[in-house]
């Protein structure tokens, strides 16, 4: 049974740093690719980041966020900088067996989601 875990949510202020940590089971952790996806009250869920053996990121946190992993722990992160209250919303890490995908209905896999609240 495949899970995937995320934390490290929670408030901060503008300007801030969040790392979200997303801890993977059930599967053979190196051969997926990864991406982190957070959706909004109101809004659609959309693509923040992934990465297989490189990274990609949505135009909308290019230079602030880092998405790294670490395959001996099965975990992938996403260092969040420079903080906006724009980018408040709840963070899924999800998991693919294909090709880095920036569209959801690509990943097989999802975490239940962490709250990341920036406040101004």
């Known amino acids: 049974q495949v899970q995937l875990v995320e934390s490290g949510g929670g408030l901060v202020q503008a300007g801030g740093s969040l790392r979200l940590s997303c801890a993977a089971s059930?599967?053979?952790?190196?051969?997926?690719?990864m991406g982190w996806f957070r959706q909004a009250p109101g809004k659609e869920r959309e693509f923040v980041g992934a990465?297989?053996?490189?990274?990609t990121y949505a135009d909308s946190v290019k230079g602030r966020f880092t998405i790294s992993r670490d395959d001996a722990k099965n975990t992938v992160y996403l260092q969040m900088n420079s903080l906006k209250p724009e980018d408040t919303a709840v963070y899924y890490c999800?998991?693919?067996?294909?090709?880095?995908?920036?569209?959801?209905?690509?990943?097989?896999?999802w975490g239940q989601g962490t709250q990341v609240t920036v406040s101004s």
């Open positions: 999800a998991a693919t067996g294909g090709e880095l995908s920036i569209a959801g209905n690509r990943y097989n896999y």
């Open positions: 059930g599967l053979t952790f190196s051969r997926y690719a």
């Open positions: 990465i297989s053996w490189y990274t």
